[in-house]
């Protein structure tokens, strides 16, 4: 035989194997589109594929039985000081078992700080006001809420926090730092905090009082050129009556554009980020879903839920802007119905579900994983922002909002852009 | 012939036919083979880091024989907890968002096992990987990878902050460690020019500022700079474990502080294999026989009796036994060559959970020449009881430096994937009651560490053996 016909040959069953493996992707979803995601993740899928063909298999080890024996073994054996009691064993091994998936989001919650978590998602609560994160292991204020006990101690975005009330934090969990930090409305606490541009540590004292987390902050923010403003701070079930609210309030004041800011807001309910991104986004997805057994469902826009008329917007984002935040930015970014302003934002492209456990504890698994409209993985690229904008250490001290102002600025543009452009027939559409 | 010649042409056909319903079959056996593949993984599920991490060789080698799983007894603890480790588990098998595989299950329980020792905060009371395993098999049988010495993590703290230390218990002779001239008690700080990770160097940084309110902003920023920059370029103490026990070739350079030394130390050293002889003897001269004991493995059980008898044909009247830079190795073989020595009677009080037991074997003769015994800050674990228990029985001085001060035992829980729990699970004390973890044995004769060329506690060894010899 010729060699050219070797090649064809092998081409052909090469072709037919590439076929082979990513069918699964296309027929299973009937999108032609998901072919090129498929090719593009085939050359880790085919190590994965081997490695775990190669991998002694004959090595299982049963989590629960080597939980059982290992434990016995250390009750009836271990010799030390250290010897723990038998629940905070059982959470350690639970907390190391589920670190071994590799993905930070799935979590053990002990009945403590089930307890915390439950108290989170109420809303109201007793403490000093201020959203909190962990940066490198640095406890970082996000943002003082306003009004808050916080915000008036002079606690600023940035802020990191190194001991409260004496007792350093560093190693803590985040879930302990802010434990320590609520008590009830009245008593006091001192944070020691270390600000950048502070040489030296100082301390804050400040009463706690009865905190509600705001969800929508709306205001006119450019009253000549009707720029409108809302804050949107979490995705819950209020999020979407709250936002309608909020258009309908500056719209009667004339708004003709609009900065949407989620800086800060690190997400909540999916369908309410679906709800809200249809009154953002004309016509398009919104976000692609990945089931567990690798399922893809595309969730487009609501026509029904588009309640009021498109404005031009810009969003600002930023790195604490998580998982429903994401999703939105990412398909007003895909879909091109708006510009993006400020810094990457947290990469957080994964769904978790909380489920109870026995004796109060919960477990919180990541049950979906999110990609935006064009099949970007959140997760790994975050959302890059059109128009980067990152604050000076001046600017945070004067408290001066450079990123809202270039959003508004790029409006106020857009606005005398049309103008300009459309003049001849402005009475036409508006 | 055209019958022929048609023929011929029918069978050329029925080839090319035929070479396509293979070539065609081919295609379709590797596009099932490639769809079969695939459907062994979950869309989208792209490789994870795995966060359960190798630690490497710590301490040489356990001191009690494996246990394996299959055999402990069951059912000794609260049986709500594995109900609740079950129901985790069967919550994640049915809604986290990847297929757990059999592959993830086993991590899982691995993950699970470090994740209760590791909360234990014990350092000797650890996971062991299969890989880590097998270093540890290797080490008892005398093969040694990396640069063939003992490490030991030492934890230290000082304020709020904990630093964490790796230290050099002793090289093994013949390694590329002994050759370098690393000692007993030296720190390792830098491995390959890389800081390897003690502490938070940011924190510590702060609490500097913190203590010392007068610092100016210029020198804070740069100091947060530098605490940053050499965290960034740091080596975790796994990954440095990981390369100074288990590599086979290569080199590096790597920055010591020794004690009594202000200046750090930089010394190049080779990652080389390491075949430890655990038993080696000679004659330092007509009348005074030398043996070493390296390590306490069931060849240096075989091979003891066998040198010891040969110093005696060869007319030895005194016996230097050498237990410098000897990591320890099995209690079993311990006592067995101690009891050689001293002729029996009380070897160890070893303290258990509950129990607390005397090991003991009838009295026999004992050796009946006069015994110096060199011990000095890498002999450790069951290398400082033989020292002890030579030193209370009467039978043997202790030349040289104090020893170590480790006497926990370990005991390998060996599970069934071959990885293993390495947990404490007593104390060892010498026959007369005494605790030496800590403290370690004390020379009767302190005679520091010499170099290469003039072993000053060899020499004063066999001074005082001559000196017997001379009045006898």
């Known amino acids: 035989m010729k060699r050219t016909h070797l090649i064809a040959i092998a081409l052909l069953i090469a072709f037919s194997f590439l076929s082979g493996f990513t069918y699964q992707d296309v027929a299973s979803t009937g999108d032609i589109s998901n072919l090129m995601t498929s090719l593009k993740l085939l050359p880790a899928r085919l190590q994965m594929a081997i490695g775990a063909e190669l991998a002694d298999s004959s090595a299982d080890l049963p989590p629960v039985q080597t939980f059982w024996d290992v434990s016995s073994y250390l009750e009836a054996n271990y010799y030390g000081e250290n010897k723990q009691s038998g629940d905070a064993l059982c959470y350690a091994a639970i907390r190391g078992m589920l670190a071994a998936l590799g993905d930070r989001y799935t979590r053990f919650l002990d009945p403590e700080q089930n307890k915390q978590m439950q108290e989170d998602n109420r ?19 996000v943002r003082p809420i306003d009004p808050s006990p916080a915000k008036d101690a002079g606690i600023r975005k940035g802020d990191i926090i190194l001991k409260v009330d004496g007792k350093p934090v560093q190693g803590l969990e985040l879930e302990e730092v802010v434990r320590l930090i609520r008590g009830p409305r009245g008593t006091k606490v001192t944070l020691t905090i270390k600000r950048s541009d502070v040489p030296e540590p100082f301390d804050v004292e400040i009463v706690r009082k009865v905190i509600t987390s705001p969800i929508v902050e709306s205001k006119m923010e450019d009253e000549s050129s009707k720029i409108g403003y809302i804050a949107l701070r979490q995705f819950n079930e209020k999020s979407d009556q709250l936002f309608d609210k909020a258009m309908t309030d500056l719209e009667s004041q004339g708004m003709r554009a609009l ?24 016509e398009g997805d919104i976000v692609v879903i990945q089931d567990k057994g690798g399922r893809l469902s595309r969730y487009g826009v609501e026509p029904s839920k588009q309640n009021h008329r498109m404005y031009p917007l810009t969003v600002l984002i930023d790195g604490s802007s998580a998982s429903a935040s994401e999703i939105i930015a990412g398909a007003i970014q895909d879909n091109k119905a708006g510009t993006l302003v400020g810094t990457d934002s947290f990469g957080k492209g994964k769904v978790q579900t909380i489920m109870s456990l026995p004796g109060g504890s919960a477990v919180v698994i990541t049950t979906a994983k999110y990609f935006t409209p064009s099949m970007r993985d959140v997760d790994k690229l975050k959302i890059h922002p059109d128009v980067v904008v990152e604050p000076s250490d001046e600017d945070i001290k004067n408290d001066v909002d450079v990123q809202l102002n270039k959003a508004v600025e790029i409006l106020r543009t857009r606005l005398g852009a049309n103008k300009a452009v459309a003049g001849n027939r402005a009475d036409e559409k508006s | 012939m055209p019958a022929d010649k048609g023929y011929q042409e029918l069978k050329k056909r029925y080839s090319i036919i035929g070479t396509w319903l293979v070539v065609v079959g081919l295609a379709g056996a590797a596009f099932l083979a490639g769809a079969s593949l695939r459907a062994k993984q979950d869309v989208f599920s792209l490789p994870q880091e795995s966060t359960v991490q190798a630690s490497a060789l710590i301490k040489l080698t356990p001191e009690q024989m494996p246990v394996k799983i299959e055999s402990i007894a069951k059912a000794q603890g609260d049986v709500r907890h594995r109900e609740l480790l079950n129901s985790v588990l069967k919550l994640v098998q049915a809604h986290y968002v990847d297929k757990i595989t059999a592959a993830e299950e086993t991590k899982m329980a691995r993950g699970a096992v470090q994740g209760m020792l590791d909360s234990i905060g014990d350092p000797d009371t650890r996971f062991v990987d299969p890989k880590e395993s097998k270093l540890l098999d290797d080490a008892a049988a005398g093969r040694f990878h990396g640069i063939g010495a003992i490490l030991a993590l030492k934890r230290e703290k000082q304020g709020d902050e904990e630093t964490h230390k790796l230290i050099v218990v002793t090289p093994m002779p013949g390694s590329p460690a002994e050759k370098a001239g690393i000692r007993p008690g030296d720190v390792i700080s830098d491995v390959g020019g890389k800081w390897v990770i003690a502490y938070d160097p940011g924190f510590a940084k702060l609490n500097k500022a913190m203590q010392n309110q007068d610092i100016d902003k210029l020198s804070y920023k740069k100091g947060w700079q530098e605490a940053e920059e050499k965290l960034k370029n740091g080596l975790s103490i796994s990954s440095a474990l990981d390369e100074l026990t288990a590599k086979t070739s290569g080199e590096t350079t790597l920055r ?16 080389r294999d390491t075949v430890v002889d655990p038993v080696t003897s000679r004659m330092l001269d007509k009348r005074i026989g030398y043996i070493r004991i390296s390590q306490f493995n069931p060849r240096a059980a075989k091979e003891f009796p066998v040198e010891l008898t040969k110093m005696r044909n060869a007319g030895a009247k005194a016996l230097v036994i050498d237990l410098r830079n000897s990591p320890g190795g099995l209690l079993d073989t311990a006592t067995g060559i101690a009891a050689q020595l001293t002729g029996g009677g009380n070897l160890a009080v070893i303290r258990e959970q509950t129990t607390r037991r005397t090991i003991r074997v009838p009295k026999t003769k004992a050796i009946g020449l006069p015994v110096t015994a060199l011990i000095n800050n890498g002999t450790a674990s069951v290398a400082e009881l033989v020292a002890a228990v030579l030193k209370e029985s009467g039978v043997a001085t202790l030349v040289g430096t104090r020893t170590f001060g480790d006497g926990l035992i370990q005991t390998p829980l060996v599970l069934r994937d071959s990885s293993a729990a390495l947990i404490t699970t007593g104390k060892m004390l010498t026959p007369k009651g005494v605790d030496f973890t800590g403290s370690g044995v004390k020379p009767d004769k302190e005679v520091a560490d010499g170099d290469k060329d003039a072993d000053v506690q060899l020499e004063e060894a066999r001074k005082l053996l001559q000196a017997k010899l001379g009045r006898s």
């Open chain 1, 259 to 282: 900065v949407l800011d989620l800086r800060g807001n690190p997400g909540g309910l999916l369908d309410v980020a679906i709800e809200i991104g249809s009154r953002l986004i004309p």
């Open chain 2, 256 to 271: 010591i502080e020794r004690p009594g030394h202000k200046e750090p130390i930089e010394l190049k050293v080779q990652y």
């Open chain 1, 123 to 141: 809303g109201d609560f007793e403490g000093i006001g201020a959203q909190l994160e962990m940066k490198q292991t640095q406890v970082t204020i």
